[in-house]
T-cell receptor, first 116, second 109 residues
Framework: GAVVSQHPSWVICKSGTSVKIECRSLDFQATTMFWYRQFPKQSLMLMATSNEGSKATYEQGVEKDKFLINHASLTLSTLTVTSAHPEDSSFYIC????????????FGEGSRLTVL | GQSLEQPSEVTAVEGAIVQINCTYQTSGFYGLSWYQQHDGGAPTFLSYNALDGLEETGRFSSFLSRSDSYGYLLLQELQMKDSASYFCAVNNQGGKLIFGQGTELSVKP
C-alpha cells in the first residue's frame, strides 16, 4: 500500500506557542490530503481538506485561523496549530488517497500533541 | 447532517465470529469503508463497499445495503490481535471520509 508519513510523532509545547506538523506522501502524489483530530477513546473528526495549490476547506466549527493548513506541493501538507492551548492537546492524523484504490484512505502515523 | 451509529463495545472469545453493525444517515453517499485502529496507532483500511452485497477479504467480510443505509463488518476466527477499535466510515463527495464513533472489540482467551 501507499505510504504517508507524519512528523513529529510526539510534541510537547508550552501554552501560547505554535506547532507545525508535516504530512508527506512518500510514494505517490496527493492533490488532496485530509486532516483529522482524535481525542482519547473518541472518533476521528475531520478538520479540513487540504488542496494542493489552493486554500484548505475547513469543516464547520474548525477555526481556520487557529489551524493553518498549507499544501505547497503534491507530496507535502502542513498543519500549524497556532497559539496552542491545553484543550488543543490531541492526536492529529493526516491522510491521503492515491486515486487507485476505491474507498481507501492511507493514514500517517499520527502526531500526539500535548500542550502544557 | 450526517451521522453513523455503531455499538460502542463488543466482547468475544478467540475463534468466535463477531458482527459489528453500522447504520448511517448522510448525503452524497459513495460507499462505506471499515478501518481498524489499535491503541495509539493510525487507522488501517480493512474493507470498502460501494455496491450492495458482501465483500470478503480473508477473515474479514463487509456487507452493505444501500436501501437500508446499513452495513456490517464480520470478523471470523477471532484472534487476540483483533482486539482493537473498528470504525465504519462513509465516503462522501470529494473523497472525504466521515467516521462513526467506533466499536471497541475485546477478544478474550
Amino acid at each position: 500500500g501507499a505510504v504517508v508519513s507524519q512528523h513529529p510523532s510526539w510534541v510537547i509545547c508550552k501554552s501560547g506557542t505554535s506547532v507545525k506538523i508535516e504530512c508527506r506522501s512518500l510514494d505517490f502524489q496527493a492533490t488532496t490530503m485530509f486532516w483529522y483530530r482524535q481525542f482519547p477513546k473518541q472518533s476521528l473528526m475531520l478538520m479540513a481538506t487540504s488542496n494542493e495549490g489552493s486554500k484548505a476547506t475547513y469543516e464547520q466549527g474548525v477555526e481556520k485561523d487557529k489551524f493553518l493548513i498549507n499544501h505547497a506541493s503534491l507530496t507535502l501538507s502542513t498543519l500549524t496549530v497556532t497559539s496552542a492551548h491545553p484543550e488543543d492537546s490531541s492526536f492529529y492524523i493526516c491522510s491521503a488517497r492515491t486515486g487507485r484504490e476505491a474507498g481507501e484512505l492511507f493514514f500517517g502515523e499520527g502526531s500526539r500533541l500535548t500542550v502544557l | 447532517g450526517q451521522s453513523l451509529e455503531q455499538p460502542s463495545e463488543v466482547t468475544a472469545v478467540e475463534g468466535a465470529i463477531v458482527q459489528i453493525n453500522c447504520t448511517y444517515q448522510t448525503s452524497g453517499f459513495y460507499g462505506l469503508s471499515w478501518y481498524q485502529q489499535h491503541d495509539g496507532g493510525a487507522p488501517t483500511f480493512l474493507s470498502y463497499n460501494a455496491l450492495d452485497g458482501l465483500e470478503e477479504t480473508g477473515r474479514f467480510s463487509s456487507f452493505l445495503s444501500r436501501s437500508d443505509s446499513y452495513g456490517y463488518l464480520l470478523l471470523q476466527e477471532l484472534q487476540m490481535k483483533d482486539s482493537a477499535s473498528y470504525f465504519c466510515a462513509v465516503n462522501n463527495q470529494g473523497g472525504k471520509l466521515i467516521f462513526g464513533q467506533g466499536t471497541e472489540l475485546s477478544v478474550k482467551p
